[in-house]
């Protein structure tokens, strides 16, 4: 089956870059995405990329693909405290009986913010 | 524009209880999805509805789960009886799809947080 896998942790001061990475097993994974998800919420898309893109940038975000490695990373730039967030690598595959694209989730990385 | 709206958003009840939760999708949302998300993990999809068809429920543990999106519109999520492992967060989302073009947005409800006892 398909697998994501992120880092379960990362800490970074406020101001800094954070740098979060995802690897994920599925050759066939035709769109890479990152949600974003506060305490007691709902997931919130923040970007995703096309498999054939190697870098996508959207004002303090940064995404980067290495579609031979299938290894995913989203940047922040100057990270404030309102980043603070469970972070969601997924992928999506396209499912050839139904023409839908198959979502499959990350286990989440817990980024902190200190001030 | 309202969100996604899931009922209730907390529920707590003893094994081999029966429950239910219920979502509305966005206005117009052809799409709607359940997700079951275990505490530290991320969300797995446990059915996908086009409209009123369910085109993907492999997930669904269909021996206890059970759902239904009459009228393509609103969807409820069944449970019966419920066991302990079933104690997590069932997502509901929803997004305007069409088949065989790019993916479009997934808008997350905040979810049901379910306790089994």
């Known amino acids: 089956g398909e697998d994501v896998e992120q880092s379960l942790f990362l800490s970074v001061r406020e101001g800094d870059s954070s740098v979060i990475n995802c690897t994920y097993t599925?050759?066939?994974?035709?769109?890479l995405y990152w949600y974003k998800q506060e305490p007691g919420a709902g997931l919130q898309l923040l970007t995703y990329?096309?498999?054939?893109?190697d870098m996508k940038q959207d004002q303090r975000l940064t995404v980067l693909l290495n579609k031979k490695d299938k290894h995913l990373s989203l940047r922040i730039a100057d990270t404030q405290t309102g980043d603070s967030a469970i972070y969601f690598c997924?992928?999506?595959?396209?499912?050839?009986?139904?023409?839908?694209?198959?979502?499959?989730f990350g286990t989440g990385t817990k980024l902190q913010v200190i001030p | 524009e309202a969100g996604v709206v899931q009922s209730p958003r907390y529920k707590i009840i003893e094994k081999k209880q029966p429950v239910a939760f219920w979502c509305n999708p966005i206005?117009?949302?052809?799409?709607l999805y359940w997700y079951l998300q275990n505490l530290g993990q991320g969300p797995e999809l446990l059915i996908r509805?086009?409209?009123?068809?369910?085109?993907?429920d492999s997930q669904l543990p269909k021996d206890r789960f059970s759902a239904e999106r009459l009228k393509g519109v609103d969807s409820t999520l069944k449970i019966q009886p419920a066991e302990l492992g079933d104690s997590a967060v069932y997502l509901c989302?929803?997004?305007?799809?069409?088949?065989?073009?790019?993916?479009?947005?997934?808008?997350f409800g905040p979810g049901t947080r379910l306790t089994v006892l």
């Open positions: 989302a929803s997004s305007l799809e069409q088949r065989w073009g790019p993916p479009h947005t997934q808008y």
């Open positions: 599925d050759s066939s994974s035709t769109y």
């Open positions: 990329i096309f498999s054939n893109m």
């Open positions: 997924a992928e999506s595959r396209l499912m050839n009986s139904g023409g839908y694209q198959k979502v499959t």
């Open positions: 206005s117009g949302h052809n799409t």
């Open positions: 509805y086009e409209n009123e068809e369910a085109v993907d």
